[in-house]
């Protein structure tokens, strides 16, 4: 695959996620009522979805900076991995198998904007000078 498909992936992921987690970070700080009754319901309180609500703007911030943050924006994927996941065994433990579609898509869609990260922006290890 050649690096202008693979970069027409990423930001393509990337701009999917920024939009599902921005607009999700933004009606949980705004308090939308529809996306508040259902992290209630499986269980979380309001303190923890301000919090989450914050990470995940701050998260989409830093992945729309293009070629900057590299190292902090694998961790943003990360973060984002485990909530999707966190999400995805909460909907399936309280709601049931049909509540997880949506999660089961973004962690398509993550998985594929992180291996396309990775094509784009290898990892570069530095071994440790040994005095």
Do not use: C
């Not at 693979?6 to 921005?22: D, P």
């Not at 984002?80 to 049909?98: E, N, Q, R």
């Not at 089961?104 to 594929?112: E, Q």
């Amino acid at each position: 695959m050649n690096r202008k498909i693979t970069k027409a992936i990423y930001w393509t992921g990337t701009a999917l996620i920024s939009l599902w987690f921005g607009s999700s970070g933004f009606f949980e700080l705004t308090g939308n009522p529809i996306v508040w009754n259902i992290t209630r319901q499986l269980g979380y309180p309001p303190h923890f979805i301000y919090i989450l609500g914050v990470a995940k703007l701050a998260g989409v911030i830093v992945l729309l900076i293009p070629n900057k943050l590299l190292r902090l924006k694998e961790w943003v994927i990360a973060g984002i991995f485990f909530d999707i996941l966190f999400a995805f065994f909460s909907k399936i433990s309280v709601l049931g198998f049909p509540a997880t579609i949506d999660a089961m898509i973004a962690l398509g869609i993550i998985s594929v904007t992180y291996l396309m990260y990775r094509k784009l922006y290898p990892a570069a290890y530095q071994q440790a000078a040994i005095a």
